[in-house]
């Protein structure tokens, strides 16, 4: 049935709403309160085209999957439709072309093209932390704090960069952190991610909420080996992480990665304050938004519940102090990952590299068990991989900088020269160390005085 914009129109209500995405009409009234980022993010767009914002965060195969047939309505002529009155998330707010790729020389330069290409929505959901941002800041000077101690006239003729995740061999120490909905970054999105990870031979732990499914990113490899990882937040409908799970095993991913640091989300003040300038209301931001599905009433017994239904590997993604590594050993689970959500969630909690002193000091026996040690949140150099290495880390995760490295046009191949950027840098500094690969690392050519003068005094265990 062919609609007329009238037509549409008439349902714009939380009683009655239509949507029109990309000339198809579909009644979401029935879906309104099961969807993830909550009823406004539909209601803002009743009645009119909703092409663009759902464009924003999503891949149009998400249709078929979360709407019945009978949700559509009819066709209509993109045209004739009045559009949302939010701002767009996505695209460059700059219309200049961005610099060649070949004039980024470091992973801060891509976060500088980032802040003046990304519209404003973009770039305070990508890059704002919790409240003051403390935590954000003291991820990356906690790296500072640490310095290095090379050695001089070792014959280095090769480095050798590989090591394994879980079990799958990767070129770098360096997987691709969970960053939900990359498509505010670049259409391509997660995609881009799966593609430039084949060609660079880095694992990738896709979002719970990334834009497109994880069959859709299983087809943009590169590689068919390449690992793919699936992060989980447990939903307050466990039936839907259940739903995940399921699909992301099916598909091929290597192991489940449950984030247990964000129970709530955390107060992104730059994120609200965009929202509630705009939008007028309760300010509040994409992150709160997008993730109020997310349970906080669980606690270890999850693990028993995940083991039910996967035989995959299980990652806890979100410790933060030494006795709850301790608690995920004895659990069984098969890694951790040293994370305070990129200074997202709580702020002034401590930097996860304080937590890896911690973890020396008092369960050292932790850092050679089999279950391996992930730590990120602030690496920007090789430097910094080198030195989470050298403590004990299995391998680090980068975030922010590759969505950056995504973003103003740039897509797979913007991903890559990041990648080849920071491979460089290891590379470099693998020598200056006098190393030829990451099992000669260890704390002996480190100098952490500095920042173990900040590891808590007792820990009871």
């Not at 896709?206 to 793919?228: H, W, Y």
């Not at 410790?319 to 608690?327: G, K, P, W, Y």
């Amino acid at each position: 049935m062919h609609l007329t914009s009238e037509d549409l129109e008439k349902h714009n209500s939380k009683d009655s709403c239509w949507v029109a995405i990309h000339g198809s009409v579909y009644d979401v009234t029935d879906f309104l309160e099961s969807h993830p980022g909550g009823p406004k993010v539909i209601l803002r767009c009743a009645g009119k085209d909703a092409t663009a914002d759902f464009d924003a965060v999503h891949d149009l195969e998400l249709l078929a999957q979360t709407l019945p047939a009978s949700a559509l309505r009819g066709t209509i002529t993109p045209g004739s439709l009045s559009v949302s009155n939010k701002q767009p998330s996505t695209g460059n707010k700059n219309t200049t072309e961005a610099p060649p790729l070949t004039s980024l020389i470091n992973l801060h330069d891509f976060e500088q093209v980032a802040q003046t290409h990304l519209t404003p929505n973009a770039w305070a959901y990508i890059s704002s932390g919790a409240e003051d941002e403390l935590t954000k800041r003291q991820n990356a000077k906690a790296f500072q704090k640490v310095s290095l101690r090379p050695r001089i006239l070792r014959r280095i003729p090769t480095t050798d960069t590989t090591v394994t995740i879980l079990g799958k061999k990767v070129s770098l120490p360096v997987y691709m952190s969970a960053t939900g909905i990359a498509k505010y970054a670049h259409p391509d999105g997660e995609r881009a991610f799966a593609a430039a990870a084949g060609h660079e031979g880095l694992a990738m732990l896709l979002a719970n909420g990334s834009s497109f499914p994880i069959e859709r990113v299983m087809e943009a490899r590169t590689d068919g080996s390449q690992p793919v990882f699936q992060q989980l937040y447990v939903n307050r409908e466990i039936g839907k992480s259940e739903e995940i799970v399921r699909r992301a095993e099916k598909a091929g991913a290597g192991a489940i990665w449950i984030t247990v640091d964000s129970p709530v989300v955390g107060k992104r003040e730059m994120d609200e304050r965009l929202n509630l300038e705009q939008d007028s209301g309760s300010g509040q931001g994409v992150a709160k938004t997008m993730a109020s599905f997310i349970s906080p009433f669980i606690d270890w017994e999850i693990l028993t519940w995940l083991r039910g239904i996967t035989g995959l590997p299980i990652v806890i993604k979100g410790i933060q102090c030494v006795e709850d590594a301790v608690l995920a050993y004895q659990h069984g689970v098969q890694g951790i990952v040293l994370s305070n959500h990129g200074g997202r969630s709580q702020d002034t909690a401590q930097a996860p590299l304080l937590t890896l002193l911690e973890i020396r000091r008092y369960a050292s026996f932790l850092i050679d068990s089999p279950m391996e040690i992930y730590i990120d949140g602030g690496i920007r150099r090789g430097t910094d991989v080198l030195k989470a290495i050298a403590l004990g880390a299995t391998a680090v995760g980068i975030g922010r900088p590759l969505l950056y490295s995504l973003s103003a046009g740039y897509g797979e191949q913007g991903v890559r020269r990041a990648i080849d950027i920071l491979r460089q840098e290891i590379e470099a500094n693998m020598t200056f160390l006098g190393v030829t690969s990451m099992k000669e690392l260890g704390p002996h050519l480190l100098n952490a005085s500095r920042l173990e003068r900040d590891v808590v005094g007792a820990v009871k265990l």
